[in-house]
Protein backbone atom coordinates (compact mmCIF):
# COMPACT_ATOMS: atom_id res chain seq x y z
CA UNK A 1 0.00 0.00 0.00
CA UNK A 2 2.69 2.36 0.79
CA UNK A 3 4.52 1.56 -2.69
CA UNK A 4 0.93 2.20 -4.14
CA UNK A 5 0.36 5.50 -2.65
CA UNK A 6 3.81 7.20 -3.15
CA UNK A 7 3.73 8.00 -6.06
CA UNK A 8 1.99 11.84 -6.38
CA UNK A 9 0.48 10.71 -9.67
CA UNK A 10 -1.40 7.65 -8.17
CA UNK A 11 -2.54 10.12 -4.86
CA UNK A 12 -4.21 12.27 -7.56
CA UNK A 13 -5.98 9.09 -8.79
CA UNK A 14 -7.18 8.33 -5.62
CA UNK A 15 -8.71 11.69 -4.70
CA UNK A 16 -10.21 11.82 -8.30
CA UNK A 17 -11.90 8.47 -7.90
CA UNK A 18 -12.61 9.07 -4.51
CA UNK A 19 -16.50 10.30 -5.11
CA UNK A 20 -16.99 9.22 -8.88
CA UNK A 21 -16.87 5.60 -10.41
CA UNK A 22 -14.56 6.53 -13.32
CA UNK A 23 -13.48 4.89 -16.99
CA UNK A 24 -9.76 4.77 -18.23
CA UNK A 25 -10.75 7.14 -20.76
CA UNK A 26 -12.36 9.84 -18.46
CA UNK A 27 -9.62 9.47 -15.52
CA UNK A 28 -6.68 9.70 -18.61
CA UNK A 29 -8.65 12.91 -19.52
CA UNK A 30 -7.19 14.45 -16.00
CA UNK A 31 -3.35 14.01 -16.48
CA UNK A 32 -0.77 14.99 -18.86
CA UNK A 33 0.35 11.01 -19.40
CA UNK A 34 -0.80 8.39 -21.93
CA UNK A 35 -3.50 6.43 -21.55
CA UNK A 36 -1.00 3.45 -21.02
CA UNK A 37 0.84 4.53 -18.22
CA UNK A 38 -3.03 6.09 -16.46
CA UNK A 39 -3.74 1.91 -17.09
CA UNK A 40 -0.13 0.96 -15.30
CA UNK A 41 -0.84 3.40 -12.23
CA UNK A 42 -4.27 2.08 -11.84
CA UNK A 43 -3.07 -1.69 -12.04
CA UNK A 44 -1.05 -0.92 -8.88
CA UNK A 45 -3.62 0.89 -7.01
CA UNK A 46 -5.91 -2.25 -7.61
CA UNK A 47 -3.31 -4.73 -6.42
CA UNK A 48 -2.62 -2.70 -3.25
CA UNK A 49 -6.35 -3.28 -3.23
CA UNK A 50 -7.18 0.82 -3.19
CA UNK A 51 -9.62 0.81 -6.16
CA UNK A 52 -11.54 -2.00 -7.42
CA UNK A 53 -12.75 -2.36 -11.23
CA UNK A 54 -15.55 -3.94 -12.99
CA UNK A 55 -16.21 -4.44 -16.42
CA UNK A 56 -19.08 -2.03 -18.04
CA UNK A 57 -19.72 -3.19 -21.31
CA UNK A 58 -16.52 -2.39 -23.63
CA UNK A 59 -14.67 -0.18 -20.61
CA UNK A 60 -13.65 -0.78 -17.29
CA UNK A 61 -14.79 1.65 -14.83
CA UNK A 62 -12.74 1.73 -11.34
CA UNK A 63 -13.58 2.66 -8.21
CA UNK A 64 -12.18 4.33 -4.66
CA UNK A 65 -11.86 1.46 -1.93
CA UNK A 66 -11.36 2.82 1.33
CA UNK A 67 -11.06 0.08 3.54
CA UNK A 68 -7.32 0.02 3.46
CA UNK A 69 -7.38 3.06 4.22
CA UNK A 70 -9.30 2.56 7.67
CA UNK A 71 -6.67 -0.58 8.52
CA UNK A 72 -3.94 2.16 7.90
CA UNK A 73 -5.05 4.43 10.36
CA UNK A 74 -6.12 1.71 13.30
CA UNK A 75 -2.36 0.64 12.77
CA UNK A 76 -1.16 4.72 12.31
CA UNK A 77 -3.47 5.23 15.87
CA UNK A 78 -1.02 3.08 17.96
CA UNK A 79 1.63 5.14 16.93
CA UNK A 80 0.09 8.56 17.76
CA UNK A 81 0.75 8.38 21.66
CA UNK A 82 4.47 8.42 21.12
CA UNK A 83 3.90 11.53 18.46
CA UNK A 84 1.83 12.97 21.53
CA UNK A 85 4.63 12.22 24.08
CA UNK A 86 7.36 13.72 21.61
CA UNK A 87 5.81 17.04 20.76
CA UNK A 88 4.72 17.14 24.58
CA UNK A 89 8.33 16.86 25.73
CA UNK A 90 9.28 19.30 22.71
CA UNK A 91 6.64 22.10 24.29
CA UNK A 92 8.01 22.03 27.23
CA UNK A 93 11.69 21.92 26.44
CA UNK A 94 10.48 25.58 24.69
CA UNK A 95 8.83 26.79 27.29
CA UNK A 96 11.59 26.67 29.47
CA UNK A 97 13.94 27.79 27.08
CA UNK A 98 11.85 30.95 26.67
CA UNK A 99 11.47 31.30 30.57
CA UNK A 100 15.09 31.36 30.85
CA UNK A 101 15.79 33.76 27.86
Given amino acids: MF ?6 TRRQMLQLLADNELSIAA ?13 KHLHILAEAGLVSRRKAGR ?5 FNPEPFAELKT ?5 EQYWDERLAALKHLVEADEESS
Fill in 27 to 39: IAKSFPISRTAVN
Fill in 75 to 79: WLSFF
Fill in 3 to 8: HAIADP
Fill in 59 to 63: ETRYR
